[in-house]
């Protein structure tokens, strides 16, 4: 035996040599054996394929890509085997001995190529090559190849070394080759057993390959050139969606929602306590993803064959060797780099696709659970978190896909970079490597206090943009008030807090720079440092090979800590999702029971029949399963509804009217009784639920369009009228929650919606508040009791008097109670009124009214008319839409310019000159070296000390410290100059633009450019300007210290950066093209999430979630395009990048021979800037494709700025005037309208037309007309939101036009229409600027009736919710009148502000009006005739003109009036 291993092994042991594995055990084991354990595999498989052929159904040939790669590959690999025999061949016929071993090995190499390419040809090769033994043994094979290589690398011969890799590189292509080949087809088998209704005439070998990648070849696939078409595009036009890349069938949310949906399925089945979505991502998704990291493997390994090759390299030009191995490693650098870009593109773009099917799974598997979940179960969640889940959960979760590899892949690039480390300088690079990581827990530590300062910076932002979206929803009525310098000041705290919590965090930011941007120069400085005082000589091989090496260790270094936090953000962000999706969903469909227990129906189940809704002991609850406190809203109520009954429920503000409906439709937590319901189910809330869409979008709500319903709809609703007023119809634009409707318009649409749906129960709440008496009468008449809900079971929450007369039935609730319940023959009307004044008018109206109903509402509705505002809002929005969708092209110089303004001009020329100066001073460090290198003889001598040479490292290396500092922290100052300026100028432009652009312009517009694009000029455009500078700085140095090293570098120059421009130019237009569709694409999904947030109970009241998931699906479908062409598109540039950089090297490497070899006419390259030139032309791949990113970036980010920019030339409102007003002023409240016209729009008709009129001091004056008559155009006109056209106001005798319009508004009193509370103490609501004292605000309180309310919820300090909702609409109501008294002026103007409450409090506020109001005048808008009947004075308006004047008693006895008329239209 020992003679057979002497045989094999003559020069060396078999196993160990002392300090290694022999190079004969592991050619024997890791060579040998394994090739022939490959050859068994192979011909075993063919020969029992060969036998068993027969009894095989032949399967789906293989499509051309795949065949292309499994006969070129094994060919390459043939080729490579005969040329190292060759070799072997060559060396023995040379005279030099070759052991037996290393033929063994060559030879079995070859069998195993030839078995391939001999056995595939023979019998069918996908049975062979396909197989899963062989597809998992030819994974293993090349890790051991890999090891076998690494092992022989320090001795082998250049040519033998290229050979021996590219064999290695066919092992490991083959191996991915075949196992890619392998999941596909299995996955092409699945997807066709799960669609059996396949015809018979498909083509299954078509069906299979159809989507094994793209209709294009494998070249295609791998250079990205698929994408051309589009970017061809993008140069010459506007991109579409139309224009986009097609989505994969694999990656569409439907199918992504579907896997992801059945393993969220599995984990509540299988895990029902604490679910897990990543364990659910997990099995969705684990395994491609795992494949993916195979190839994350074979990629990072290639990437150190460059510092290795650059080491042999350096190594030749410094020995002179006058052989051709020079021009084989100078070709092989390239070679590496293009196979390394080719790898690294691939793998982006497999994770980006499998990242893209995450994010889609995520967002659609949230969307549905908002479809599902009850408001009742939603509570424990805000909308702010729901939303958060939305933007920025999925995000995170989507990041672990990135972070979970770089967890085992960067520890795996370190370790492997310190162990070539410690090959070139022993121990010496212990001194760099501590300074790197002594840096890392500096790093930690300063990344911790970012995350603090970030987390208040946040809360800060939050509140901020809460404070502005308060601020942009009520900015009518808070100009009317004249509190809009009040608010911006709060605003402006929130934005101080902020902005210091943001200045933290720069300052850290650029302490984390600095320390990231002297870490090279600091490293080599301590390990070359050490190396020379240990006594060693450096050498230009071993320096420019351990600096190539820095750099690859540093980034991996630097971003260890941050993937550990972006694995604990995305586990943190999985757990939040997993305890929303875990919520228990609402199951209650139709006929079903919501219920705690249903004895009640076993008893007796006929008897339900005959009900439509049926309620047993119900105690229903607005809080969650979870919450142990019940806080019972509805306690013990028993109803029982009829089928085709019409039901009045009734009852005072906050009595549990609209509760009532919630409990019907199964959105709160009935915690004891039943209750249920038969048959198919429309609602309309009391707040309208409005979709951004055309009107018919709104009306059919996913429901097939038929014209004659439609039309009887539209008329029955009175929509018809306003519709013909509207531009483009039915098909006009609504903006989000119907902001340019009017509020009666909205209450019409959410009736019409209802009434089209032909539901077999109706619920409407309070849907006739929000109208006129004349509309109001006509919709209870041709809509609720008309012949469109004939038969239909109708309940009607309301104050109506007319409604509750016609009811079938009566159910009054009192505190959640059900007081009575009856038919309204047995319920006294005037029992609710308490009006004494109706009864004085002549009781005959009462008889008459049924008879003449019908004509005097059809004859009304010939004269009605919407409010021109609406019209004009409407244009308006159509107008900014079109505009506001995207800009066309680059972004303009000025913008650039306006930013540098905001920076200071200063603070820009100290960053650029600091920028240069650094990159200077690094350049200068590395030259240096090279000098130093080839100032050191061959016996070891240098032209000065040691100590010199360090002294003068160190001095380049503090001026480098000192210049990035500098850098870091004058960006940090300048950023926030421009984020603090941009933001003061952005608002104090927004406060002071009138009222007109706040009406066209949709809330969410403004407010994104005051929070998503403010928080980008923060934030993200200081981050990225810096990182583009810090580029473009590097490029530039790498530029000059190239073309002063190899001349020859000059005349690539030119060429070079042609190609680049050209490049960045066609890849640029498409990507800013790209960008603007991404940014549209993704406010559709947010938008209609918002939307669905809202609307979600009268989705699920409608059975309309099907509807509504396949519109989200749509809107994701569009936004996984974009992302995926984007994707595609940015991959297709940094291949080309690369690969421009991998010639550049090559370029370099050939000249260095070359010159070397003394075939150049110039050369100064001495080995140190030879090894200088290449470890600088090394990471030119990343600086120039992080070079052009960062621009686009930069300019996308610009995009913000521009934005901005925008709203800063808003026209604005005049604030001058020549009067000064006195505090008393006015002291007699006489008003006068002379020849007054008001127009919205040049455009459009007169809203007040030439009207004139004279209130007297002391007075109460009402206000009435039907809609669009211009009533509150006379307010509107009156606080100046709108200019008049002509003629004048006067108060007091003061032409209004002459007063600062800030102090007329601050003297004159409002109740608005719509209640406006906002978020902080009641006491602040009602008295913001802190005028008087708690016993006044009391008194005030208590006159207007809501003083018990006020103290049963804990009195003037408690803290009143966004929109005031812990108060009901009514209570809101009387609160708004409250803070008017409070106010006392001697004007008090109301605006419809009894409209949402009850008659009882209509009439209580009424009497409040006439008590506390003496001596003041007031104006009155109102809908009720009982609101204006006892006032001094009414005036009528109709189409903006005067039609009539007087005290409302003499009218009301004229039979001829126009008021006599109304109140016939009313039963008040």
């Not at 001999?118 to 090349?142: E, Q």
């Not at 094994?212 to 061809?232: A, Q, R, S």
């Not at 978190?385 to 989507?398: G, K, L, W």
């Not at 934005?1203 to 026209?1211: E, G, N, T």
Request: hydrophobic share 45%.
């Amino acid at each position: 035996m020992d003679d057979f291993f002497a045989l094999i092994c003559p020069n060396s042991p078999f196993v160990w040599d002392g300090k290694r594995f022999s190079e004969c055990f592991e050619d024997i084991v890791l060579g040998l054996a394994v090739n022939i354990v490959t050859i068994v595999m192979i011909v075993l498989l063919g020969i029992y394929q060969k036998i068993a052929r027969g009894v095989r159904r032949p399967e789906a040939q293989m499509a051309l890509p795949e065949k292309v790669v499994l006969d070129f590959i094994p060919a390459v690999g043939a080729c490579f085997s005969i040329s190292n025999i060759i070799f072997l061949w060559k060396k023995e016929h040379d005279g030099h001995f070759v052991e037996y071993h290393k033929w063994f090995y060559s030879c079995s190499e070859l069998v195993v190529w030839i078995s391939i390419v001999l056995f595939t040809r023979c019998v069918s090769s996908h049975y062979i090559v396909l197989n899963c033994a062989l597809c998992l043994w030819w994974i293993l094979k090349p890790i051991l190849g890999v090891f076998h290589l690494m092992t022989k690398f320090p001795s082998l011969e250049v040519s033998v070394l290229i050979i021996e890799s590219i064999l290695v590189l066919s092992n490991i292509s083959f191996g991915i080759a075949i196992n890619v080949m392998r999941i596909k087809r299995l996955s092409t088998k699945s997807s066709l057993l799960e669609e059996p209704l396949l015809s018979n005439g498909v083509d299954l070998e078509e069906g299979g390959n159809r989507d094994l990648g793209f209709n294009g070849d494998l070249w295609d696939l791998m250079t990205f050139k698929f994408i051309t078409p589009v970017m061809n595009c993008g140069v010459v036009k506007q991109l579409d969606f139309e224009d986009l890349l097609p989505l994969p069938t694999d990656m569409g949310p439907s199918p992504c929602h579907e896997i992801i949906l059945s393993c969220w399925r599995a984990q509540l089945s299988n895990n029902s306590s604490s679910p897990s979505l990543l364990r659910a991502l997990c099995s969705a998704y684990g395994w491609p993803y795992l494949r993916l990291g195979l190839l994350k493997v074979i990629n990072d390994c290639i990437g150190f064959a460059g510092p290795l090759l650059l080491n042999k390299l350096i190594q030749f030009l410094q020995q002179g060797s006058v052989n051709w191995d020079g021009y084989l490693l100078a070709l092989s650098l390239g070679l590496t780099s293009i196979i390394k870009s080719v790898l690294d593109t691939q793998y982006t773009f497999h994770l980006s696709k499998l990242k893209l099917k995450l994010r889609s799974s995520i967002m659609t598997l949230i969307y549905e659970k908002c479809l599902r979940v009850n408001l009742a179960e939603r509570s424990k969640f805000t909308n702010g978190e729901i939303q958060t889940f939305m933007s920025v959960d999925a995000d995170r979760t989507v990041n672990l896909c990135n972070s979970f590899h770089d967890m085992w892949s960067l520890p795996l690039q370190i370790g492997v970079a310190l162990y070539l480390l410690y090959t070139q300088v022993k121990f010496a690079f212990v001194s760099g490597l501590a300074i790197t990581i002594l840096l890392i827990p500096v790093n930690k530590w300063i990344s911790k206090l970012i995350a603090r300062a970030t987390e208040q910076m946040m809360k800060q932002k939050d509140e901020r943009i809460r404070k502005t979206g308060e601020l942009l929803t009520y900015i009518r009525t808070l100009k009317m008030y004249g509190w809009e310098l009040l608010f911006s000041s709060w605003l402006m705290e929130t934005r101080t807090l902020e902005v210091k919590h943001l200045a933290t965090r720069k300052y850290l930011d650029a302490w984390c720079v600095f320390f990231w941007a002297t870490t090279p120069t600091l490293f080599s400085l301590f390990t070359f440092g050490l190396f020379a005082l240990m006594g060693h000589q450096l050498d230009a091989a071993m320096v420019f090979t351990c600096l190539a090496l820095f750099n690859t260790l540093i980034s991996p270094l630097n971003s260890f800590p941050w993937v550990i936090n972006g694995l604990i953000d995305a586990i943190i962000s999985s757990r939040r999702l997993s305890r929303f999706l875990s919520c228990p969903e609402h199951k209650f469909k139709v006929g079903e029971i919501s219920s705690c227990s249903s004895s009640f129906l076993s008893k007796q189940p006929d008897s339900l029949q005959s009900l439509a809704v049926f309620i047993e002991d119900a105690c229903c609850t607005w809080s969650s399963s979870d919450e142990q406190a019940l806080n019972l809203v509805l306690n013990h109520v028993t109803l029982g509804l009829s089928k085709g009954s019409f039901i009045a429920v009734i009852g005072e503000v906050g009595s549990g009217k609209s509760s009532l409906l919630y409990s019907i439709l199964g959105e709160m937590r009935v915690a004891h009784g039943s209750t249920h319901c038969n048959g198919s189910v429309a609602y309309a809330p009391q707040l309208p639920w409005i979709l951004s869409g055309t009107v018919r979008d709104n009306i059919l709500f996913g429901k097939g369009y038929d014209p004659k319903r439609y039309a009887d709809t539209l008329q029955a609703c009175a929509l018809d009228v306003d519709i013909s007023l509207m531009v483009g119809g039915d098909m006009a634009y609504i903006g989000e929650k119907g902001v340019n409707l009017s509020g009666g318009q909205r209450a019409r649409l959410a009736l019409a919606r209802v009434l089209y749906h032909d539901s077999d129960v109706i619920m409407l709440d309070d849907v006739l508040s929000a109208v006129d008496v004349q509309v109001a009468q006509w919709i209870l008449h041709n809509a609720i009791l008309g012949p469109l809900m004939q038969g239909k079971t109708r309940l009607l929450c309301t104050h109506n008097i007319q409604a509750i007369s016609s009811a079938d039935m009566i159910v009054v609730l009192d505190k959640g109670h059900v007081k009575w319940m009856g038919r309204s023959a047995d319920y006294s009307v005037s029992s609710y009124t308490a009006f004494s004044p109706l009864n004085e008018i002549d009781s005959t109206l009462h008889d008459h009214r049924q008879s003449c109903s019908t004509d005097s509402s059809s004859k009304s509705m010939e004269q009605y008319l919407p409010d021109r505002v609406i019209v004009d809002a409407l244009e308006g929005a159509e107008e900014v839409i079109e505009v506001e969708l995207r800009k066309e092209g680059k972004v303009e110089i000025g913008v650039y310019k306006n930013y540098a303004v905001f920076t200071g001009w200063f603070i820009t020329v100290v960053i650029c000159l600091s920028a240069i100066l650094m990159q200077a001073s690094r350049n200068g460090n590395d030259l240096w070296l090279s000098y130093w290198v080839d100032t050191t003889t061959k016996s070891g001598q240098t032209k000065y000390s040691v100590s010199f040479y360090l002294v003068i490292l160190c001095l380049f290396c503090i001026l480098n410290s000192f210049f990035t500092l500098v850098r870091a922290f004058s960006f940090a100052f300048g950023g926030l100059q421009a984020a603090t300026k941009v933001h003061n100028r952005l608002l104090s432009k927004l406060i002071n633009a009138p009222v007109q652009f706040f009406d066209q312009t949709p809330g969410g517009r403004i407010l994104n450019r005051l929070s998503s694009d403010l928080y980008t000029i923060d934030d993200s455009l200081p981050f990225i300007m810096n990182i583009l500078l810090a580029n473009f700085v590097g490029l530039l140095g790498i530029a000059i210290v190239l073309s002063y090293v190899q001349v020859f570098f000059l005349v690539l120059l030119l060429p070079f950066w042609y190609i680049y421009s050209r490049l960045q130019l066609f890849y640029r237009s498409t990507s800013r093209e790209l960008r603007r569709l991404d940014s549209v694409s993704r406010s559709p999904i947010y938008t209609s999430f918002t939307e669905t947030l809202d609307g979600s109970s009268t989705i699920r009241a409608f059975k309309s979630e099907d509807f509504f998931f396949a519109k989200f699906i749509q809107h994701v479908t569009s936004y996984q395009k974009t992302s995926y062409t984007e994707i595609v598109a940015s991959l297709w540039l940094s291949l080309r990048l690369q690969w421009l950089a991998a010639f550049v090297i090559s370029f370099i490497a050939l000249m260095a021979v070359a010159g070397s070899l003394g075939s150049l006419p110039i050369n100064f390259g001495t080995p140190g800037l030879v090894g200088l030139a290449l470890s600088y032309a090394a990471p030119i791949v990343s600086l120039l494709g992080s070079f052009l990113t960062s621009f686009t970036e930069t300019e996308k980010e610009m995009v913000s700025v521009e934005r901005a920019l925008q709203y800063m030339d808003i026209p604005q409102e005049e604030q001058a005037g020549c009067l000064n007003l006195n505090p008393d002023w006015p002291n007699q409240g006489v008003i006068k309208f002379q020849h007054v016209t008001l127009k919205y729009m040049p455009s459009l008709p007169a809203a007040l037309c030439n009207l004139s009129f004279r209130i007297a001091g002391g007075t109460q004056v009402g206000i009435i007309g039907r809609t669009g008559a211009g009533k509150s155009s006379v307010l509107n006109a009156l606080f100046r939101l709108t200019p008049i056209c002509t003629g004048s106001i006067t108060v007091d005798g003061m032409d209004i036009q002459n007063i600062p319009v800030r102090e007329l508004r601050t003297h004159l009193a409002i109740v608005p229409q719509s209640p406006f509370l906002f978020e902080g103490s009641l006491r602040d609501n009602l008295d913001p600027f802190k005028m008087n004292d708690d016993l006044k605000i009391w008194n005030a309180l208590e006159k207007c009736h809501v003083k018990e309310e006020v103290e049963a919820t804990g009195g003037l300090d408690i803290l009143v919710k966004e929109g005031g909702i812990s108060f009901s609409v009514g209570q809101r109501q009387l609160l708004c009148l409250a803070r008017a008294i409070l106010k006392s002026s001697k004007v008090l103007c109301l605006d419809e502000c009894t409209a949402n409450v009850d008659t009882q409090t209509a009439s209580l506020l009424q009497s409040t009006i006439s008590s506390e109001c003496q001596g003041m005048t007031v104006i009155t808008i109102a809908h009720r005739i009982s609101t204006v009947i006892n006032m001094d004075n009414i005036l009528i308006l109709d189409h903006g003109n005067l039609a009539e004047q007087g005290n409302p008693q003499v009218l009301l006895k004229d039979d001829t009036s126009i008021f006599s008329s109304f109140v016939k239209a009313s039963s008040m």
